[in-house]
């Protein structure tokens, strides 16, 4: 499966933006996509999180609870990050991911993904 991630920008703090990953190839539905994020000079952290069918596992980082809202729409093969109240600390490149094989307890591991978009920067001004 090949990803596309987009919708990235440079935001105010409070602002909102809608990340999207698109996906062709492959049985879009059955896999689980991923969130996650790399600031400079930092390691890539686990943000949200939305598995497959068969399943109604949706998490996010505890940093993000309450502000970010996964979702995922299998007809268009897309999977968007609804991104509310913008904090500079949010500012980092965005990489959504796929796997068919995640286990639930690790969805938040990125060495277990095997496919990954491309990036999309976000910027949060202060």
């Known amino acids: 499966v090949q990803l596309q991630a987009s919708g990235g920008g440079l935001v105010q703090t409070g602002g909102s933006l809608r990340l999207s990953c698109v996906a062709s190839?492959?049985?879009?539905?059955?896999?689980?996509v991923g969130w996650f994020r790399q600031a400079p000079g930092k390691e890539r952290e686990f943000v949200a999180v939305?598995?497959?069918?068969?399943?109604?596992?949706?998490k996010v980082a505890e940093s993000v609870k309450g502000r970010f809202t996964i979702s995922r729409d299998n007809a268009k093969a897309t999977v968007s990050l609804q991104m509310n109240s913008l904090k500079p600390e949010d500012t980092a490149v965005y990489y959504c991911?796929?796997?068919?094989?995640?286990?639930?307890?690790?969805?938040?591991?990125?060495?277990?993904?095997?496919?990954w978009g491309q990036g999309t920067q976000v910027t949060v001004s202060s």
């Open positions: 991911a796929a796997d068919r094989n995640i286990i639930v307890g690790r969805m938040g591991i990125s060495s277990d993904y095997d496919y």
């Open positions: 190839g492959g049985t879009f539905s059955r896999y689980t």
């Open positions: 939305i598995s497959g069918l068969g399943r109604s596992t949706n």
